[in-house]
């Protein structure tokens, strides 16, 4: 039986549930969750091979970075437009709960400038009412550059098999681009690294400097299986450290707890996680 093979952008308005359809159609948790404005700072490829079809899942940051152009989201534009150049299919994610057709409507015109198949896929339909939702679809269907429209939950998984079955039949003849058991192209340091900033971004409300980077100090599998991971969250503002840290030490000891809970969630090992707040340094 011979191979096939699909690249697919995931592209959609921050909190849409990228991040959480990714991990879902992976099966384990590669991409960064959270409610915080533009969590994907990285542009993150999940591989799900089923059969002799390998689809590989281009996560990207919010879609509004489409009509922004100062200098603070270049780097992030760039990863969004990566994303959709290297794809072969768009989907393009929609929180039920949130429709608004003008900023989609918009948004899908600038979008369809890359000449590929786009499909609408509306997400957590267990918040909305299922004829709400297919009022939406006929609204949305006079844009004929549309492909297909599906609604789904990431969260409830719900008709997500409905989903990669039409992935499926769409795929083309091909030589696949990762081994059958890589399910990222980021590795565990990374994964370690978007836990600490995942659980920064969870406790530091309003306060979060979104400019901070997580640098890899350590990371090391000891003898008895355990792993060691020492991590620096640099600052390009050092005024921030105060907030980082709380009062006592009590935010940075929030983060660490948090962020060691859920390394060792996904990397099913005892995690000894240290961390150090130092300010950026471009060399």
């Known amino acids: 039986m011979q191979n096939k093979i699909i690249k697919i952008a995931l592209i959609g308005k921050t909190n849409v549930g ?24 990285d542009l993150i490829i999940g591989i799900k091979n089923i059969s002799n079809t390998q689809i590989i899942f281009y996560d990207t940051p919010g879609s509004s970075l489409v009509k922004k152009t100062h200098s603070n989201s270049k780097f992030n534009k760039s990863i969004f437009w990566e994303a959709i150049n290297q794809s072969d299919i768009i989907i393009y994610l929609i929180d ?12 899908l015109k600038i979008i369809n400038e890359s000449e590929k198949s786009i499909i609408i896929v509306f997400n957590k339909i267990d918040l909305i009412d299922n ?18 429209f599906f609604h789904v939950s ?14 499926l ?40 400097p979104y400019n901070i980077s997580i640098k890899n100090i350590n990371f090391k599998i000891l003898k008895n299986k355990h792993i060691k991971i020492k991590q620096s969250i640099e600052l390009r503002n050092i005024r921030h450290k105060p907030f980082l ?12 707890q948090t962020s060691q809970k859920e390394i060792s969630d996904i990397l099913k090992s005892k995690i000894h996680l240290y961390l150090q707040v130092n300010k950026y340094n471009d060399n």
Do not use: M, P
């Open 131 to 148: 004829k709400i939702i297919l009022k939406f679809i006929k609204e949305l269907s006079c844009l004929e550059f549309l492909d297909e």
């Open 245 to 256: 840290l709380g009062k006592k030490g009590e935010i940075i000891k929030k983060i660490r």
């Open 18 to 41: 990228k991040s959480t359809l990714i991990n879902n159609f992976v099966g384990e948790k590669i991409s960064i969750s959270n409610k915080k404005i533009n969590t994907t700072q």
């Open 96 to 107: 039920s709960s949130k429709y608004n057709y003008n900023y989609i409507h918009s948004e």
């Open 154 to 167: 990431a969260k409830k998984n719900l008709n997500i098999k409905v989903l990669i079955d039409y992935i």
């Open 169 to 208: 039949s769409i795929a083309k003849k091909g030589k696949w681009l990762f081994k059958s058991k890589v399910i990222s192209n980021k590795d565990d340091i990374f994964i370690s690294s978007e836990c600490t900033r995942n659980a920064i971004l969870k406790y530091l409300h309003q306060e979060i």
